[in-house]
């Protein structure tokens, strides 16, 4: 089995401020990993994804995200977080397809003038 | 290129009816997997059909069924609905080879009263 914690579910952030939003993950098994944006009454958009390889990655709208094998983790971050980057975040995890993931609760994200 | 697109958009429905809601996935993606997202919760996989099989479920009780087509189009089942089914229902594509990346929909807002 599966589980994610995302473990702030609320962070507040200036405008043009850096931002790291935290996610650890447990799973006995090689694993996928996702960030993905999801704005007011609308679908989940995917941000990046942890495949193999390199452990930092890099994804659309200035985000990346680093793979900690040993912490289980896989934080988010933004060097410059603008107001339209306000919505909420979500973290999952697969062990077969993406299609069958395991998602946190999700992080709120609220980017203020 | 068409995305993930589902309908309806919204549905308010009394307990104990039936409900369907359908997707249409992206072009040439054979996979559609069916989400539940409740309110201020991230989205819990019902289950996952390839090429019109069921291809996996999460833990959601037999009143929650599906299908998906020849067309790779799917639809949702929810019979004797209660009123913890209101939630956005979310389907997601995706491709054989590319199995590492899911295409969602805007989603289904279901209200049951």
């Known amino acids: 089995a599966q589980s994610v914690t995302q473990l702030d579910s609320q962070v507040p952030v200036f405008e043009e401020a850096p931002v790291e939003l935290r996610c650890n993950y447990s799973?006995?098994?090689?694993?996928?990993l996702f960030w993905y944006v999801q704005y007011p009454n609308q679908g989940l958009q995917l941000l990046l994804k942890y495949l193999s390889g390199s452990t930092l990655v890099k994804g659309i709208n200035g985000f990346e995200a680093e793979f900690n094998k040993s912490q289980t983790s896989f934080h988010l971050r933004k060097p410059s977080v603008h107001i339209s980057d306000t919505a909420e975040y979500f973290c999952a995890v697969s062990n077969t397809n993406a299609g069958k993931s395991t998602f946190g609760d999700g992080t709120t994200l609220t980017v203020k003038p | 290129e068409t995305g993930v697109t589902q309908s309806p958009t919204h549905l308010i429905k009394t307990r104990g009816q039936q409900v369907t809601l359908r997707c249409s996935s992206q072009?040439?993606?054979?996979?559609v997997s069916w989400y539940q997202q409740a309110l201020g919760q991230g989205p819990q996989f019902i289950f996952q059909?390839?090429?019109?099989?069921?291809?996996g479920r999460g833990n959601f009780p037999p009143r929650f069924s599906g299908l998906q087509f020849p067309n790779y189009s799917s639809e949702l089942n929810v019979n004797a609905l209660e009123l913890d089914d209101s939630a956005l229902y979310l389907c997601?594509?995706?491709?054989?080879?590319?199995?590492?990346?899911?295409?969602f929909g805007q989603g289904t807002r279901l209200t049951v009263v």
């Open positions: 997601a594509s995706s491709a054989t080879g590319m199995n590492t990346e899911a295409f």
């Open positions: 072009s040439g993606h054979n996979t």
């Open positions: 059909y390839y090429r019109e099989e069921e291809n």
């Open positions: 799973s006995s098994v090689s694993v996928y």
